[in-house]
């Protein structure tokens, strides 16, 4: 059981944060990319707070692996960039401690596209 423990974590973590999006898209009107970005700032808030860390270290994948987790690695980003950069961290250091993830996701968006051809909705 306890080697089971971080992936229940991860699950009920990860699934609540889908299941507040879900909601959001149900009994509000707000559109998914709205309630996307939103959940990205709210990374970036909490994480620039201090208050996401606890999340990550409570739940691990299932905290960083959605898009709030993203916003969190831009922050700690900046955070990390400012220390070592001054300043100029602000600019280079959401960018480059998300380059990985932004880098994969541009190659395997390319890939779909040469994989698969689009089509309008029927």
Do not use: N
Request: proline fraction near 3%; include cysteine; glycine fraction near 16%.
């Amino acid at each position: 059981m306890e080697v089971a423990l971080p992936y229940i974590k991860a699950f009920l973590c990860g699934g609540l944060l889908c299941l507040i999006g879900q909601i959001l898209i149900d009994k509000t009107s707000l559109t998914p990319a709205k309630i996307l970005v939103s959940y990205v700032v709210a990374g970036v808030v909490l994480g620039g707070l201090g208050i996401y860390r606890h999340l990550v270290e409570w739940g691990g994948a299932g905290a960083t692996v959605p898009l709030t987790g993203f916003g969190y690695l831009l922050a700690r980003g900046v955070a990390e960039a400012v220390k070592e950069d001054g300043l100029l961290g602000v600019l280079t250091g959401g960018l480059t401690a998300a380059a990985g993830g932004i880098a994969a996701a541009m190659v395997f968006g390319y890939l779909a596209a040469l994989l698969f051809r689009s089509r309008p909705k029927s």
